[in-house]
């Protein structure tokens, strides 16, 4: 496989099953301590610990030999890119993840590939993701998820601006930087919109996150109101400490998402234009969903006390490296 410098003309992902498969992993190569990129011999790293695995990919802490400066490298095992989908779906990855840049959208920086693998260099998040937070907070305070909200919307609409729909918006993939800054990553499922407005037809996303039309509406399509269904999922998992539609069997979420069937827990009460937002951003229809500017507009976003839980996500996350 190559991995094109500059551009290329990937297909869009194929499509992923809905049910999470537990496959046996193929033994896999060790990635070396050296990465090199062989088109330009003064681009090497030196690998470092694992910072995280994917379904995909292993994720590794890198130092750049010339700069010393730290970053991530994804690497995906060319075993498992021998079908032409699998290529593609990569390639659309890299190509799309190239495009975007955005202070809250995780950089990158290159790819290139070796024998046994093909690595992704990114932007280093040392402070993982959403998820490791709320493990550790078990829920976020309002001031605090008002904080990552803009930062999130941003991002997005840098991607929609694109043509750009991210499709696995989740707490797994908003990583946290050194500074407590949100940055939006993992555009493995993310796609592009041709320029007359084409729906897309790929049933894909995480069963949590998915939104009803992508399930239940396939015929007509899906397109970024897709995006805009998952931030409701994420703003109510940050406030409540659970996803709305969790429930143990991937079928019954199905059945949730599709009857919009979630509540607000009495024991965690939240406000009522925090309750107002998530329910604009979770309706069924997705032309009734909220666009990102009337998200910035709405009661819940305003700005007082998103400077005070900065710096106790700072402080939170400052804790966890010391
Ligand atoms: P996959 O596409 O195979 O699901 P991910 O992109 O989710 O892989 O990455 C797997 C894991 O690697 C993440 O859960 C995270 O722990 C780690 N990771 C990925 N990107 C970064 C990054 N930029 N900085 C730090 N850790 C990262």
Redesign the pocket.
Known sequence: MTVPSTSHSAKPPSRPSLVPKKAEKPQLPSVPLHLVDKRDNDIQYIRGPL?????????Y?VTCCTSQKA??A?A?PKIGLRSKKAKDKLLS?IKLHRELIHENI?KFIRAFEDDNFVYII?????N??C?ELLKEKKRLSEPEAKMFFPQILGALQCMHDARIIHRDLKL??L?IAKDGEI?I??F?LATKVNDKGERKKTICGTPNYIAPEILFNNDVGHSYEVDIWSLGVILYTMLIGKPPFQTKHIKEIYEKIKNTDYTFPDDCPISAEAKDLIEKLLSQNPKDRPTIMQILEHPFMRMRERIAALTDITNTTKCKEN
């Open positions: 910072l995280g695995e994917g379904g995909f990919a292993r994720c802490y970053f991530a994804k995906v990855e995780v990114l932007e280093l998040c040392e993982k993701t998820v797994g993939n990583f940055k990553g993992d493995g």
